[in-house]
């Protein structure tokens, strides 16, 4: 079955960097668009940045310039690194994919910008 596990949040200060992972499994991995939401408390759910099977990448406006969404197929894990981090950016980060017209979620990984 399609699994999604995130790791890689914790508590960073403002202006600092974190790397967060998504290890997939059950799925074509290489053949799959990846996404990152993330969630902030009181908050809609919203799309952080997305990469298709060839590479191609979105981005929130929010995060534009900031943070880089990237895939290594050979080891069915996509990533995000996070810079110039905001309290804004204090969130449950989510990974997601679409497999056979479901959405699948990993359970998130909680990032907390803060001095």
């Known amino acids: 079955q399609v699994q999604l596990v995130e790791s890689g949040g914790g508590l960073v200060q403002p202006g600092g960097s974190l790397r967060l992972s998504c290890a997939a499994s059950g799925f074509t991995f290489s053949r799959s668009r990846m996404t990152w939401y993330r969630q902030a408390p009181g908050k809609e759910r919203e799309l952080v940045a997305t990469i298709t099977s060839l590479g191609n990448t979105q981005y929130a406006d929010s995060v534009k310039g900031r943070f880089t969404i990237s895939r290594d197929n050979g080891k069915n894990t996509v990533y995000l690194q996070m810079n110039s981090l905001k309290p804004e950016d204090t969130a449950v980060y989510y990974c997601?994919?679409?497999?056979?017209?479901?959405?699948?979620w990993g359970k998130g990984t909680l990032v907390t910008v803060s001095s």
């Open positions: 997601n994919t679409r497999n056979n017209l479901v959405d699948y």
